[in-house]
């Protein structure tokens, strides 16, 4: 779906945001491109939606290559390229429906057809009942259900998400990540999802490339990243997003991956060192716990299992 060979990006002013990216999307997959602020994320989006062109090296989007393409053949590339935003991006005048037929309107769909697909897609993501409300009339859920249903108008066959949930709350946030793999599941399109939160990689993603100025550092199986982060700033991306816990004096919060989750045999040996259980997700096949540990107390001498911190 996607192919990046040895690109390069330098903006104007000499900014180097991209170096020597080669990274592959396969068709189906649902991708999360992870990185700080200033990682180069947004460049790698533009680059994929021919918003920008490489300063060396080739990027090809469904087999295409972008830069090298013009007028009517571009179009029809990056008419099959969805994209969802963190700010929604809708007109505050146009009510939902009227934003979702929008992308229609622009590829001049005759009205009755423009009609049943705005209807379909509305109700794709659960928005039927709202058609006819304005921006200001919907929550930041519903708006950015919208920007997926005006997403989704032209049938696209990658669907690139950028930072879509970082506005929304936890629960609403999940939602929409639920929502978009649902989509996935009935269409059959590929995802690419930008964020900075690990915790949209382990909700919603397969594969994930992480980025650190400008250079990807590790990429694979969301599982396998998830559970073994080789790079350092894989394991503070990890690592940043602390669960809300009181600490008693003297108490430390510590992350730590446990093979085979948690078991009778690694609860008994937590509740013998007086070490609290803060949180725990599930990864397949091992879990990602938070701890709260005693002073002096270290996770894996009283784990004694095999733990990646
Ligand atoms: N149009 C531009 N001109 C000059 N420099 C730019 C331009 N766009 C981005 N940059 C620079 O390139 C680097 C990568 O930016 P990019 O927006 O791709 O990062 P990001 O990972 O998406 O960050 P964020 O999460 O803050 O959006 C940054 O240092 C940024 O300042």
Same mark, same amino acid.
């Given at each position: 779906?996607?192919?990046?060979?040895?690109?390069?990006?330098?903006?104007?002013?000499?900014?180097?945001?991209?170096? /020597?990216?080669?990274?592959?999307?396969?068709?189906?997959?649902?991708?999360?491109?992870?990185?700080?602020?200033?990682?180069?994320?947004?460049?790698?989006?533009?680059?994929?939606? =021919? $918003?920008?062109?490489?300063?060396?090296?080739?990027?090809?989007?469904? !087999?295409?290559?972008?830069?090298?393409?013009? !007028?009517?053949?571009?179009?029809?590339?990056?008419?099959?390229?969805?994209?969802?935003?963190?700010?929604?991006?809708?007109?505050?005048?146009?009510?939902?429906? !009227?934003?979702?037929?929008?992308? $229609? +309107?622009?590829?001049?769909?005759?009205?009755?057809?423009?009609?049943?697909?705005?209807?379909?897609?509305?109700?794709?993501?659960?928005?039927?009942?709202?058609?006819?409300?304005?921006?200001?009339?919907?929550?930041?859920?519903?708006?950015?259900?919208?920007?997926?249903?005006?997403?989704?108008?032209?049938?696209?066959? $990658?669907?690139?998400? /950028?930072?879509?949930?970082?506005?929304?709350? %936890?629960?609403?946030?999940?939602?929409? $990540?639920?929502?978009?793999?649902?989509?996935?599941?009935?269409?059959?399109?590929?995802?690419?999802?930008?964020?900075?939160?690990? +915790?949209?990689?382990?909700?919603?993603?397969?594969?994930?490339?992480?980025?650190?100025?400008?250079?990807?550092?590790?990429?694979?199986?969301?599982? +396998?990243?998830?559970?073994? %982060?080789?790079?350092?700033?894989?394991?503070?991306?990890?690592?940043?997003?602390?669960? /809300?816990?009181?600490?008693?004096?003297? +108490?430390?919060?510590?992350?730590?991956?446990?093979? =085979?989750?948690?078991?009778?045999?690694?609860?008994?040996?937590?509740?013998?060192?007086?070490?609290?259980?803060?949180?725990?997700?599930?990864?397949?096949?091992?879990?990602?716990?938070?701890?709260?540990? %005693?002073? =002096?107390?270290?996770?894996?001498?009283?784990?004694?299992?095999?733990?990646?911190?």
């Amino acid at each position: 779906m996607i192919e990046f060979q040895h690109v390069h990006k330098t903006y104007e002013g000499g900014h180097v945001a991209l170096q /020597d990216l080669s990274l592959e999307v396969k068709a189906g997959s649902a991708f999360g491109i992870i990185g700080e602020s200033g990682a180069g994320k947004s460049t790698v989006t533009r680059l994929i939606s =021919g $918003l920008e062109v490489p300063s060396s090296g080739e990027v090809r989007v469904l !087999g295409q290559n972008l830069a090298a393409l013009a !007028g009517r053949e571009r179009r029809a590339v990056q008419s099959k390229i969805g994209m969802v935003f963190q700010h929604f991006n809708l007109l505050a005048q146009r009510t939902a429906a !009227g934003n979702v037929a929008l992308p $229609l +309107e622009l590829a001049g769909v005759p009205k009755k057809k423009r009609d049943a697909r705005v209807r379909e897609v509305l109700d794709l993501v659960g928005l039927s009942a709202f058609a006819e409300r304005y921006p200001a009339q919907l929550s930041g859920g519903q708006k950015q259900r919208v920007g997926i249903a005006r997403a989704l108008a032209l049938e696209p066959r $990658l669907l690139i998400a /950028d930072e879509a949930t970082s506005a929304l709350d %936890p629960a609403t946030s999940a939602s929409i $990540l639920r929502l978009l793999r649902d989509v996935q599941t009935k269409t059959g399109l590929t995802l690419v999802i930008v964020t900075h939160q690990m +915790e949209v990689v382990r909700a919603a993603c397969t594969h994930v490339a992480v980025m650190e100025r400008g250079v990807l550092v590790e990429s694979g199986e969301a599982n +396998e990243v998830l559970r073994r %982060p080789a790079h350092a700033a894989t394991r503070a991306l990890l690592n940043a997003h602390k669960p /809300d816990v009181t600490l008693a004096p003297h +108490e430390t919060l510590a992350r730590v991956t446990i093979e =085979g989750g948690l078991g009778t045999e690694v609860l008994a040996r937590l509740a013998a060192s007086k070490v609290r259980v803060v949180s725990v997700e599930p990864i397949e096949g091992a879990a990602d716990v938070w701890l709260a540990l %005693p002073e =002096g107390v270290n996770e894996r001498a009283v784990l004694g299992v095999e733990v990646a911190a």
